[in-house]
C-alpha cells in the first residue's frame, strides 16, 4: 500500500516525466481546467456569432466585428477562460495541453481586444512550443490578430512564413480562412475568394459550411461571374443552412439566373413572386421588393422598379438599414438617370436618417445629399422670393385673396398627407404587434425598448428633427419656408413617400394671414434685400450644375439668368468666363460673345488673363511634366535612401520652378526626407504645416493619413513599452513650465518668466516656446549645470510665484529635467508618467 501511494504521489508530480506522470497530467489538465477554458472560448464566439449584424446587400463578413462595447459582455468569461487556462498550464506543466492552454489564452485576449498581449502570447507559443501543430495554430491564429490590429505588414510577414510550413488539415483550413479574413479587410475579391475556394473542401457543418458557401457565391456575382456565383449557392442550399441565409441564398440565385431569352425573365419573377407570397418570407417583404426593383431595372422597367422600390419602403418596419437603401436607390434613380434633382434630395435625405453610420460610401451619400440640399435650397429661394416681389406690386385686397387661397390649399394638402401618415402608422403598428419582433409580448409600451426604438424612429421619418416644445407640429414660427402665388394649386407629386415629404408643405396650420403678409417686401430696402438674394442662389446654382452635376447646358443658363437679371453683380467676370468655356466646348461659335465682353470690360481680371494667354494651360502643364520627371528621379534616390541626393533635386526644384499643382507632391516627398534623417517631432511638425497650407492638394489626404500613422505608432509604442525615463541625473537640466494654451497665457507667461530670470542674470538663463500638444504649451528654461542648481531654482520660483497663478484661469505644471529625459518627454507626450518620475526622485529624493 505504501508504494501504492508513493506511485500515485510520483505520479502526481508536475515535474516528473515518466508514463504515470504524463497520464495522469494529460487526463486531469484535458477533463479539468483546459476543458472549462475550452467551454468559455466556445460560449464568446457564441456570443460574437448571435451578435454578427448580418447585411445581405454586401458581401458577408467570415469573421464577425468586435467592438468594445460587446465585448464588455463576456468579459467574465475572458476572465474565467484565462483563468482556468493559467491553471491547465501552472499545475500540469509536463501535460500535452500547455500549448493549447496558451492558444486559449490568445483567443479570449484577441476577442477582449487586447491585441498586444494576445500578439505576444501567440509568438511565445511559436518560440516555445515543441509542437509543430500547436506552433502553425499560433501563427494562423497571430495572423489574424495583427489584420484585426491594422498591422498588415506584419500579417503579410506572418503569411509569408507560414506558406513554408507543412500544415495538418485542420490549420490548413484555418490559413485559407484567415488569409480570406486579410484579404476582406484589404477589399482585395480575388485573393479573398481563391482562398476560400481552398478552404471550402475542408469545411465541416460545425465550421458554417454554408455561410462560406453563400460568401463565394456573393463574391463570385460581385466579380461578374454570375454562373460560379450561382453554383456556389446551390452548393449553399445543398448544406442544409438555416432559414434566413436558405432564404437570401434563393434570393440571390434569381438575380444570376441566366437570361437568354424572354421565358427566362419570366421564369425568374415567378420565383421572385413566389417568394414574395410564402408566409414564412413576411419579415423579408421589404428585401424580396427591393430585389425585383434592382431586376426590373436591368431589364429597363423603371417605372415598375420605382413601385417595387415604394413597396420595399412600405414593408419595412424593423430593418433599417433596408429601409435606407431603398431610399438611396431611389434617390440614384431620380438624381442618375430622371434628374429630378428635388425629389433625388428628398430621398437622399431619408436615406441618410435611416442608413447606419457603418454603411458603405456613406461618407459620398452625404456628401451628394449635401449637394442636393445646396441645390434644392437655392431653388426654393429663386421661387420664393420671386413670389414675394410679384406680392408686393398688388394692392392690398388682391394680395389678402392670393394669400387665402394659398392657405386653403396648404390646408388640403396637409389633411391630405395627414390621413395617408394615419393609414401607413396603423399599418405598421398592425404589422409590428403581429409580427415575432416580440413587441406584443411586453405589457407597457415605455417598457419596450424595441417599440420605442421603432416609434422614435417612425416619429423622425414622418416629423424630422424636432425640439422638445409646445406647438412642435408648427413649421413656421416667424418666417415662410416657401410661398408659390403662380400656381398655388400645383399638383402633388405621386408616389414620394420619402421621410421628408412633408417640407413641400409650405405653410401649415400655425401659419397664419399676418405671418404671410409680414414677408412680403414692401420697402425699397426690403425689395433690394429679396433681390440679393435671387443673384446669390443664381450664382450657386450655375456652380452645382457645372461641377457637381455636370450639366452644363443647365449651368449655362443659370449664369445667363444671372448676368441678364443682374448686369451689375460682382460675379460677372466668373460667369462670362463660364460661358466662354461652356459654349467653347460645346462648339457653339456663341463663345466669342462671351469673350469679347470679359475681354472688353473685365480686362484685368484673371478670368481675362486666361482667355488672353492661349498658352497658358500648355506652359502650365509643360511646367507639371518637367516637376513630374523630377520627382521621379528624386523619388528613386529616396527608395535608394539615398537622402542627400533626394534633398539636393528636391530643393533646387522648389527654387528655380514657378509653383503649380504638382509642387506639392515634392514639399510632401521632401518631408518624408525629415521622416527618415530626422527626430519624428520634426516629421510630425512639418506634416501639420502642410496640411494647414495646402488644404486643397489632392495629396494632403495622404498627408493626414501619414501624421495619423506617426502618431498612432508613437502612441502605441508608448502604451506597449511605457514611458522609461534616465535615472541618470547628474547632467545639465531644464525646467519646463507648461500651461493651457486656451488660456491665452504665452505673451503673458513668457514676460512674468523673462521679468524673473532678469533678477538670476548670473545664471545666464535662456527661455523658448514650445507646443507640447493640442491643448498644452510650454516654456523652456535653460540652461542649469546639474540637478542642484536646477532644483534650487524650481524651488526658489514656486515659492515666489511670479505668474500669480491663482489670478490665471489655467492648469499650470513646473518641474525639472534633463535634457535626455526632455527629449524622452517630448516624444511620449506622457506628462503624467513625469510628473510620477519628478516627485520620486526630485521632490522626495533631493539630498
Not at 58 to 74: F, G, H, K, Q
Not at 288 to 302: S, W
Not at 717 to 722: E, F, M, Q, T
Not at 777 to 794: G, H, P
Request: charged share 30%; hydrophobic share 35%.
Amino acid at each position: 500500500m505504501a508504494i501504492l501511494i508513493a506511485l500515485l504521489l510520483d505520479g502526481c508530480s508536475a515535474e516528473r516525466k515518466n508514463i504515470l506522470s504524463k497520464t495522469y497530467h494529460n487526463t486531469t489538465a484535458r477533463y479539468n481546467a483546459y476543458f472549462y477554458a475550452k467551454k468559455r472560448i466556445k460560449e464568446i464566439e457564441a456570443i460574437l456569432k448571435e451578435n454578427i449584424d448580418n447585411d445581405y446587400n454586401n458581401i458577408l463578413r467570415i469573421y464577425p466585428e468586435i467592438d468594445s462595447t460587446l465585448a464588455t459582455t463576456y468579459q467574465d468569461k475572458i476572465d474565467d477562460c484565462i483563468k482556468k487556462a493559467s491553471i491547465a498550464i501552472q499545475r500540469h506543466k509536463n501535460s500535452k495541453w500547455v500549448d493549447d492552454s496558451y492558444i486559449f489564452i490568445g483567443r479570449a485576449r484577441l476577442y477582449s481586444l487586447d491585441y498586444v498581449n494576445a500578439i505576444e502570447t501567440f509568438k511565445f507559443v511559436n518560440t516555445e512550443s515543441e509542437d509543430d501543430n500547436a506552433r502553425h495554430e499560433a501563427l494562423i491564429r497571430l495572423l489574424r490578430t495583427f489584420v484585426d490590429y491594422q498591422e498588415f505588414e506584419n500579417a503579410v510577414a506572418v503569411e509569408d512564413y507560414i506558406k513554408k510550413e507543412k500544415l495538418n488539415k485542420q490549420n490548413q483550413k484555418l490559413l485559407y480562412l484567415n488569409q480570406a479574413h486579410h484579404y476582406q479587410v484589404k477589399e482585395d475579391f480575388d485573393k479573398m475568394v481563391a482562398n476560400l475556394v481552398l478552404a471550402a473542401p475542408l469545411l465541416k457543418r460545425k465550421d458554417g459550411k454554408g455561410r462560406i458557401y453563400f460568401i463565394i457565391g456573393q463574391i463570385y456575382q460581385e466579380l461578374g461571374f454570375d454562373a460560379e456565383a450561382f453554383n456556389y449557392y446551390r452548393k449553399c442550399l445543398a448544406s442544409n443552412p438555416e432559414y434566413e441565409l436558405d432564404f437570401y441564398t434563393r434570393l440571390n440565385m434569381a438575380q444570376v439566373t441566366e437570361l437568354g431569352k424572354s421565358s427566362d425573365v419570366r421564369a425568374a419573377r415567378k420565383v421572385l413572386n413566389s417568394l414574395l407570397k410564402d408566409s414564412k418570407n413576411k419579415e423579408f417583404k421589404d428585401k424580396i421588393y427591393f430585389e425585383m426593383a434592382e431586376f426590373e431595372l436591368k431589364q429597363g422597367n423603371r417605372n415598375k422598379a420605382i413601385d417595387n422600390f415604394e413597396s420595399s419602403i412600405a414593408s419595412s418596419v424593423g430593418n433599417q438599414r433596408q429601409k435606407g437603401q431603398s431610399y438611396l436607390r431611389l434617390g440614384e434613380v431620380y438624381y442618375d438617370t430622371l434628374k429630378r434633382y428635388e425629389l433625388a434630395q428628398a430621398y437622399y435625405d431619408s436615406a441618410i436618417q435611416a442608413l447606419p453610420q457603418d454603411f458603405e460610401n456613406i461618407n459620398a451619400i452625404k456628401a451628394r445629399q449635401q449637394v442636393l440640399g445646396e441645390f434644392v435650397k437655392n431653388l426654393k429661394t429663386i421661387e420664393v422670393q420671386d413670389s414675394i416681389l410679384r406680392l408686393s406690386k398688388l394692392d392690398s385686397a388682391s394680395i389678402t385673396a392670393k394669400l387665402n387661397n394659398y392657405l386653403d390649399v396648404q390646408a388640403e394638402k396637409r389633411k391630405a398627407l395627414q390621413k395617408k401618415e394615419e393609414r401607413k402608422a396603423r399599418r405598421t403598428q398592425a404589422s409590428a404587434f403581429n409580427s415575432n419582433s416580440g413587441i406584443s409580448s411586453t405589457g407597457w409600451y415605455f417598457g419596450n425598448p424595441s417599440a420605442v426604438a421603432l416609434g422614435q424612429s417612425e416619429f423622425k421619418r414622418i416629423w424630422g428633427e424636432r425640439p422638445l416644445e409646445d406647438n412642435w407640429r408648427r413649421s413656421i414660427k416667424e418666417s415662410v419656408q416657401s410661398l408659390n402665388v403662380n400656381n398655388t394649386s400645383a399638383e402633388v407629386e405621386e408616389n414620394t413617400d420619402v421621410a421628408n415629404s412633408q417640407t413641400s408643405e409650405n405653410i401649415d396650420a400655425g401659419a397664419n394671414l399676418n405671418a404671410l403678409y409680414r414677408e412680403i417686401p414692401f420697402s425699397e430696402e426690403a425689395k433690394q434685400e429679396s433681390l440679393n438674394k435671387i443673384e446669390a442662389a443664381y450664382y450657386a446654382l450655375g456652380n452645382i450644375y457645372k461641377y457637381d452635376l455636370d450639366e452644363d447646358a443647365n449651368a449655362a443658363d443659370a449664369f445667363k439668368t444671372l448676368i441678364t437679371r443682374f448686369p451689375e453683380t460682382e460675379n460677372k467676370p466668373e460667369a462670362l468666363y463660364q460661358l466662354y468655356l461652356i459654349y467653347k466646348e460645346l462648339s457653339n461659335e456663341e463663345y466669342d460673345i462671351y469673350k469679347d465682353a470679359l475681354l472688353n470690360d473685365f480686362p484685368n481680371t484673371v478670368y481675362a488673363k486666361l482667355i488672353a494667354n492661349p498658352n497658358y494651360t500648355e506652359e502650365s502643364t509643360a511646367t507639371n511634366e518637367k516637376l513630374k520627371k523630377i520627382y521621379e528621379k528624386a523619388y528613386g534616390y529616396f527608395s535608394q535612401e539615398n537622402y542627400d541626393t533626394t534633398l539636393y533635386i528636391l530643393n533646387d526644384a522648389l527654387s528655380n520652378y514657378e509653383e503649380t499643382v504638382f509642387t506639392s507632391r515634392l514639399k510632401l516627398l521632401k518631408i518624408l526626407v525629415t521622416g527618415k534623417t530626422e527626430d519624428i517631432n520634426l516629421y510630425q511638425y512639418q506634416l501639420s504645416e502642410f496640411i494647414k497650407n495646402n488644404p486643397d492638394s489632392e495629396v494632403a489626404p495622404y498627408a493626414e493619413e501619414l501624421l495619423a500613422a506617426s502618431r498612432s505608432f508613437l502612441e502605441r509604442k508608448r502604451k506597449r513599452l511605457g514611458t522609461e525615463y534616465v535615472k541618470y541625473l547628474e547632467q545639465s537640466h531644464y525646467l519646463v513650465y507648461i500651461y493651457e494654451l486656451k488660456s491665452g497665457l504665452t505673451d503673458a507667461v513668457s514676460q512674468s518668466i523673462d521679468n524673473y530670470n532678469a533678477k538670476h542674470a548670473g545664471l545666464n538663463l535662456k527661455t523658448s516656446n514650445l507646443i507640447l500638444n493640442d491643448d498644452l504649451a510650454m516654456i523652456l528654461i535653460s540652461d542649469f549645470e546639474n540637478k542642484i542648481d536646477a532644483f534650487e531654482y524650481y524651488s526658489d520660483f514656486v515659492k515666489s510665484d511670479p505668474i500669480d497663478e491663482a489670478k490665471r484661469n489655467s492648469k499650470f505644471y513646473k518641474f525639472v529635467i534633463t535634457k535626455d529625459n526632455f527629449n524622452i518627454f517630448y516624444q511620449s507626450k506622457d506628462l503624467e508618467a513625469y510628473i510620477k518620475f519628478f516627485e520620486k526622485n526630485y521632490i522626495n529624493g533631493i539630498n
